[in-house]
């Protein structure tokens, strides 16, 4: 832009073609400056303030026209002496705006290359100015973090000493356990156990030097380790996990919590220690439902049915119900199928429950009580039904010995053949006198507890075909 008006300075003639031809170069010159410009002006310049850029050309433009313009004049009056408008100032002006757009973009484009150099730097940055920002509650950080540090350092110390102290007074410990550790306090408990339920067929004693053993005797005093028989055996062993589940003064020192797992421990057993066995793992269910001991979780395995039913007997303690699974063989593999209730029912048991108001038909009701009562007075008890008929007068009696026709060894009386109607008003007289039996027989116990009425007691269930309920779930 510089060299358009020199060009014109250099030509010093007055010659016309001469000065068309400056003219022309002239106007060739300010045509190409000012449509680069235009392309600058009009393309997408982030860092180039166009605005002031537009004001710049404007007056580049203006200045070039006025320069074109005299020298026109001067083609039509040659000896006329013209001077040109100076666009220097101009010009550089427009430079130094298009020069410093330029060098915005060449730090925008170096930035761009070392990106991850100045996020660095930037993020140093940052720092900088948030410690300086933060540096008073920084240093009082400071002063709490040595304080703590301290602290630390001394906790520490105490620490260290008290395990130190502790090893050494665990160490005591086992020498003064080995000292008094002995078998006969486990020796009384289990014997203590046996006598409260009238077992006297062996007791233990202790043996050994310093009494450090067991033996088992018989009730003379004499050894019974060669005569025990397996169910002996068996129960021996039950009552010394029974008492080792609580713990003794031995080095173990077992005092946490406990589940307690029952795999089918009557085994060989008669039924009065069944029944002992039975009893003795309720307490620990009790303990568990209660919440109150160190066993947590009971778990008893078995496949004797009359074990689960006298296991599983309940009085409706408070605390969790529990929960019933039976493992089956399905192809091969074991399945875990659970039950909401007890699934393990006897044929005697379905029967009352047909007895009860939620089950009861009044088509079939006369052949349940009747086989209720052959089942528990005849099966069980060995009653002359004579005796019970008795008992009743009118047309209880009737319906007495009508309930108790099947009692003579499974023969029939002639009421059997009698139809009668089974409307409810009779049903009821039929429960009314099933219930009276019970009652004037003195077993009003095992009606209230077979009907789930408060107050039954656990007078025994006879035995007969077993039935599993439906399952609920399967694992």
Same mark, same amino acid.
């Given at each position: ?5 020199? %060009? ?149 110390? /105490? ?80 009552? %010394? ?112 429950? /047909? ?39 009118? /047309? ?33 007289? %039929? ?35 077993? %039935? ?8």
């Amino acid at each position: 832009m510089d060299g358009l008006n020199s %060009y014109f300075d250099e030509t010093y003639n007055n010659d016309v073609s001469q000065l068309r031809r400056i003219h022309a170069g002239y106007d060739d010159n300010a045509k190409r400056t000012l449509q680069l410009l235009a392309t600058i002006k009009h393309n997408e310049y982030e860092h180039l303030d166009k605005s002031e850029l537009a004001r710049r050309v404007e007056r580049l433009d203006k200045l070039l026209g006025q320069n074109l313009d005299l020298l026109v004049k001067k083609i039509s009056e040659p000896s006329a002496s013209i001077q040109l408008k100076p666009i220097a100032e101009t010009s550089d002006a427009v430079l130094e705006l298009i020069r410093q757009a330029n060098a915005k973009i060449a730090a925008h484009n170096e930035l761009i290359v070392n990106q991850a150099q100045e996020q660095a730097k930037l993020k140093a940055q940052i720092w900088k100015y948030i410690v300086e920002e933060s540096r008073t509650e920084i240093n009082k950080l400071k002063g709490k973090e040595t304080g703590l540090k301290k602290a630390i350092e001394s906790l520490s110390t /105490q620490i260290k000493a008290k395990e130190s102290q502790e090893a050494e007074l665990r160490g005591e410990l086992r020498e003064l356990e080995k000292s008094i550790t002995s078998v006969e306090p486990t020796v009384s408990a289990i014997n203590s156990t046996l006598a409260s339920f009238g077992f006297s067929s062996f007791q233990l004693a202790t043996a050994g030097e310093k009494g450090s053993r067991y033996k088992i005797v018989r009730k003379d005093g004499s050894d019974a380790a060669l005569t025990l028989s397996e169910g002996e055996k068996s129960f021996i062993i039950f009552l %010394y996990f029974y008492h080792s589940i609580r713990g003794s003064l031995t080095e173990s020192g077992i005092n946490g919590d406990r589940i307690v797992i029952f795999d089918d421990p009557i085994s060989s057993l008669d039924s009065d220690v069944l029944f002992i066995v039975s009893t003795l793992i309720k307490e620990f269910v009790r303990e568990a439902k209660g919440r109150n001991g160190q066993v947590k979780q009971v778990i008893t395995l078995t496949h004797n049915i009359y074990f689960h039913k006298e296991v599983s007997f309940s009085n409706n303690e408070k605390g969790p119900a529990p929960t019933y699974w039976v493992v089956k063989k399905v192809g091969g593999h074991s399945q875990i199928v659970g039950y909401p209730n007890n699934p393990i029912r006897t044929s005697y048991q379905l029967l009352w429950d /047909q007895v009860k108001p939620e089950q009861r038909s009044n088509a079939t009701i006369q052949n349940v009580l009747r086989r209720i009562l052959e089942n528990y007075f005849t099966i069980l008890g060995g009653k002359d039904k004579n005796l019970i008929i008795a008992l009743f007068d009118g /047309q209880e009696k009737m319906i007495a010995n009508s309930l108790l026709s099947w009692l003579h060894d499974g023969s029939h009386s002639v009421l059997d053949d009698i139809s009668i109607s089974a409307d409810n008003d009779l049903v009821e007289r %039929y429960l009314d006198v099933f219930k009276k039996i019970f009652v004037k027989s003195n077993h009003e116990a095992h009606y209230n507890m077979m009907m789930g009425i408060e107050g039954g007691d656990s007078t025994s269930v006879p035995q007969a075909d077993n %039935y599993i309920e439906p399952a609920e779930q399967v694992v």
